[in-house]
């Protein structure tokens, strides 16, 4: 027991470790989605001080595993004692979370939702966002996205130009003026990113062909054209764009996976039954079918490319998934989907961004957005939903976490699942053929 205890928390330990470096390079093209990309660590870099790259416009992401309070300052004054500088204060401790001014506005929040996250061997993040031109701050836990934010804060007009000359960023850890000697033994517990961009507007979920982009879909952000995905995105799309389930050899595929789901004889409804208690207390309803196409590539958690068959009324836990990049394209019906801003014992208190998956329709995911979610088929009456995801480590990923993360169904701990396949696709198609002609056309 002891082992098996030990193995658990080095398996949390790596799963949610985030870079020591910068975050991948983007290339010219691609979309930012205004995520803090530059690592910074007091202790290497020997100051408490950092700059923005533009004054009065950026992001900062404070990620720590260790639960001390921490104070990020940003200034227009390269002098954090300053009695003059116009300062923009953010504040984390385990009672509340302040957000405010050198000018005496303020804003507090004291639910332990957005305050300091306890100790759990996981990496918590939290995150400020500043844009002068609109007088705008942001505070946020979790996934940097303005549907996570909990302050949003339009600063008095008045103010306009002392936020434009904000340039510095201050960091304090537990009050201590003297942290880099004195709380050395922490740099490996914070991870501090900056970046160019702020956040501004809510992602696009979903890629369409790059002939049907248009400046409507740029203006109300409501889509992306496979272009503006990373590399490693772009690659599982296209791999996956044309793929069909009803093919000329067997163009009634769909149609007898319902039957079999239906029938106590087919292998859908067995395997589904068998799988009941998977994700820990028993549940008919928490269960979906995993096929798996090829072999495993060792460049991702399970196998590459996954189709997934949803019940009516079926869904999945809420899990993340191992900081891959993935895509998420519905073959066949339509899902819902439900984002958090982080997987915790207590994410059904969030707030979840919800949006339909219709059939066509593809969504996305990179290591650090859309990474914790909840797939259900709502339909509780209709025909099942099928999707097909894929999945791949960032070419910088060392550590190849191969565990899909989850909330069990009694919502009271956090298990690791690992990504087994129910059959092979091609001999999951071949299973159908021989259902249909012996069980169904008797």
Request: net charge negative.
């Given at each position: 027991m002891t082992n098996l205890i030990s193995l658990s928390l080095l398996l949390v330990d790596i799963a949610a470790t985030p870079p020591k470096n910068d975050r991948p390079s983007l290339e010219n093209d691609v979309e930012r989605f205004g995520q803090p990309d530059k690592f910074w660590c007091p202790w290497k870099s020997g100051s408490c001080s950092n700059t923005l790259e533009i004054s009065g416009q950026g992001t900062v992401e404070m990620m720590q595993r260790k639960s001390i309070p921490f104070e990020l300052r940003l200034s227009n004054k390269r002098d954090p004692h300053d009695l003059t500088a116009y300062s923009i204060i953010l504040s984390v401790n385990k009672n509340e979370v302040k957000l405010s001014t050198s000018t005496g506005q303020s804003h507090t929040s004291t639910d332990s939702l957005y305050t300091l996250q306890s100790e759990d061997e996981y990496w918590h993040r939290y995150w400020i966002s500043l844009f002068a031109i609109n007088r705008n701050v942001k505070y946020g836990f979790g996934e940097v996205r303005p549907s996570f934010s909990i302050f949003?804060?339009?600063?008095?007009?008045?103010?306009?130009?002392?936020?434009?000359?904000?340039?510095?960023?201050?960091?304090?850890?537990?009050?201590?003026?003297?942290?880099?000697?004195?709380?050395?033994?922490?740099?490996?517990?914070?991870?501090?990113?900056?970046?160019?961009?702020?956040?501004?507007?809510?992602?696009?979920?979903?890629?369409?062909?790059?002939?049907?982009?248009?400046?409507?879909?740029?203006?109300?952000?409501?889509?992306?054209?496979?272009?503006?995905?990373?590399?490693?995105?772009?690659?599982?799309?296209?791999?996956?764009?044309?793929?069909?389930?009803?093919?000329?050899?067997?163009?009634?595929?769909?149609?007898?996976i319902e039957r079999s789901i239906k029938n106590s004889k087919g292998w859908c409804n067995k395997k589904l039954q068998e799988k009941a208690n998977r994700f820990g207390k028993r549940n008919p309803k928490a269960t979906y079918l995993r096929l798996t196409v090829g072999d495993r590539q060792g460049n991702a958690p399970g196998h590459n490319y996954v189709i997934e068959v949803w019940p009516p009324g079926h869904f999945s836990p809420i899990h993340n998934h191992s900081n891959t990049y993935a895509i998420i394209r519905a073959l066949s019906g339509e899902i819902l989907m439900r984002l958090y801003p982080a997987l915790t014992l207590n994410v059904n208190q969030y707030k979840p961004i919800e949006q339909i998956c219709h059939e066509g329709r593809v969504t996305w995911m990179l290591p650090n957005l859309n990474q914790t979610h909840q797939l259900k088929h709502v339909d509780s009456y209709g025909k099942p939903c099928i999707t097909i995801q894929c999945y791949m480590y960032g070419r910088d990923d060392r550590l190849h976490y191969e565990y899909f993360d989850y909330l069990a169904n009694d919502e009271r701990s956090i298990g690791h699942f690992d990504p087994k396949s129910d059959m092979d696709f091609g001999e999951f198609k071949e299973r159908m053929r021989q259902e249909k002609q012996h069980i169904f056309q008797n």
């Open positions: 949003d804060i339009d600063l008095p007009t008045e103010e306009s130009q002392s936020i434009k000359e904000i340039y510095y960023l201050h960091f304090k850890v537990n009050n201590n003026e003297n942290m880099l000697t004195e709380l050395s033994n922490l740099k490996e517990h914070f991870r501090i990113f900056t970046g160019i961009d702020p956040v501004l507007h809510e992602l696009p979920l979903f890629v369409i062909p790059q002939d049907k982009y248009s400046v409507e879909h740029f203006a109300s952000h409501s889509a992306i054209p496979p272009s503006k995905l990373q590399i490693t995105c772009r690659e599982l799309y296209d791999t996956v764009i044309n793929f069909k389930l009803n093919t000329d050899d067997f163009p009634d595929l769909t149609d007898v």
